[in-house]
């Protein structure tokens, strides 16, 4: 027979080696779960580079966004809105910019705990102040309830305005920062010809599934 302190002594070692294994178990459940997140970070890391990227350099220094999901979209003649997935309880509040990796998608109008309601750029009720990029020039764009057209209606004949010129937003009204894309002229008038000037927002507004939601430097 063993004796009694050998007997205490396997009993104990068998013990700490069940104990080992549990433990070791554990952390081998612990590391996956910490895996999990590091694989779910990175997605949320690379996503938002990508985003970033995309949109080159129109996110100035000191700017900051949030990422939201489009959870909703309603597209007709008389409302053109998204919902999204963040809301006040992100930080989201009434009047916020709202872009995609193209461009301005428009601007929050409704913000609950945890959805917010996007008016559209393409919204017939919105209008956005818009700087011609190539000349300079400011203007208003309004909405027309079509999702992939803007009009210009203020500009003179004399205008020096062409097809393919990039409109950005100018700052000016203080809702949307400055020099971000927001259309691009696609119909010109000839000159005494009725009609206004026709441009073709940047953003795809119904299809991106990502948008970011933009904050200024102050």
Same mark, same amino acid.
């Given at each position: 027979? =063993? !004796?009694? $302190?050998? #007997?205490?002594?396997?009993?104990?070692? =068998?013990?700490?080696?069940?104990?080992?294994?549990?433990?070791n178990q554990?952390?081998?459940?612990?590391?996956?779960?910490?895996?999990?997140?590091?694989?779910? =970070?990175?997605?949320?890391?690379?996503?938002?580079?990508?985003?970033?990227?995309?949109?080159?350099?129109?996110?100035?220094?000191g700017e900051?966004? #949030?990422?939201a999901? %489009?959870?909703g979209?309603? %597209?007709?003649?008389y409302?053109?809105?998204v919902?999204?997935?963040?809301? $006040?309880?992100s930080?989201?509040?009434?009047?916020?910019?709202v872009?995609? &990796?193209?461009g301005?998608m428009?601007?929050?109008?409704?913000?609950?705990? =945890?959805? *917010?309601?996007?008016?559209?750029?393409?919204?017939?009720?919105?209008?956005? !102040?818009?700087?011609?990029?190539? *000349?300079? %020039?400011l203007?208003i764009?309004?909405?027309?309830g079509? @999702?992939?057209?803007?009009? %210009?209606?203020?500009l003179?004949?004399?205008?020096?305005?062409?097809?393919?010129?990039?409109?950005? #937003? *100018?700052?000016?009204?203080?809702?949307?920062p400055?020099?971000?894309?927001?259309?691009? @002229?696609?119909?010109?008038? &000839?000159?005494? &010809? !009725?009609?206004?000037?026709v441009?073709? !927002?940047?953003?795809?507004?119904?299809?991106?599934?990502?948008v970011?939601?933009?904050?200024?430097i102050?």
């Open positions: 027979e =063993f !004796p009694a $302190s050998a #007997t205490d002594w396997l009993r104990k070692q =068998f013990g700490t080696h069940q104990q080992l294994l549990a433990d554990q952390l081998r459940q612990k590391n996956l779960l910490l895996q999990g997140d590091m694989l779910r =970070f990175q997605s949320l890391e690379e996503e938002n580079s990508r985003l970033r990227m995309q949109l080159g350099a129109t996110l100035k220094v900051r966004v #949030t990422l999901e %489009l959870v979209i309603n %597209l007709t003649p409302k053109q809105q919902t999204l997935s963040k809301g $006040s309880t930080s989201i509040y009434r009047g916020q910019a872009i995609n &990796a193209s301005i428009g601007q929050v109008i409704q913000a609950t705990p =945890f959805r *917010s309601t996007v008016l559209l750029i393409t919204d017939s009720l919105h209008s956005i !102040p818009v700087r011609i990029l190539r *000349s300079g %020039l203007t764009a309004h909405g027309t079509h @999702i992939d057209r803007l009009e %210009l209606p203020y003179p004949d004399s205008a020096n305005v062409r097809v393919g010129d990039l409109l950005v #937003t *100018s700052g000016l009204g203080g809702r949307y400055p020099d971000y894309p927001v259309a691009r @002229i696609t119909e010109v008038p &000839a000159a005494g &010809a !009725p009609g206004s000037v441009a073709t !927002p940047m953003a795809n507004l119904s299809q991106n599934r990502q970011m939601l933009v904050w200024n102050d």
